[in-house]
């Protein structure tokens, strides 16, 4: 009879689970990346590294100032263009696992007996 309630758990609420499990890893990924951040933040200066001036400074250094601002920028967007690069890997093969772990569920109650029965040891 346990073998019955198992087998009802494993292909009922256990799959179920899995999937819930499943779902709420993907989301920590794309959490540790913060993508939702840095898609807003896209153009923002690196580190909020900004150059001011005063009114009574010259065209130079505003000149200098808005140049340090648009360098920072760049510098800003290619770090979080690279980390959203990677972020998109990572969820694309936690996804990728995540099938093959959903694939794979079913079977796995009977796969040492199919083994057995192959003869892969």
């Known amino acids: ?58 065209v130079d250094a505003k000149f200098q100032a808005f140049l340090d601002n648009i360098i920072s920028r760049f510098v800003g967007f290619f770090v979080r263009l690279f980390v959203l690069i990677a972020a998109v890997v990572f969820v694309t093969l936690t996804i990728l696992a995540n099938l093959v772990l959903l694939i794979i569920w079913p079977v796995a109650p009977v796969l040492p007996l199919i083994l057995v029965i192959v003869g892969v040891t």
């Open 1 to 58: 009879m346990l073998i019955v309630y198992f087998f009802q758990w494993w292909y009922t609420t256990g799959w179920l689970l899995r999937v819930k499990m499943l779902l709420e890893h993907m989301s920590s990924v794309a959490n540790f990346y913060s993508v939702g951040t840095l898609l807003k933040t896209m153009f923002s200066p690196w580190r909020q590294i900004v150059s001011t001036t005063r009114a009574d400074q010259g």
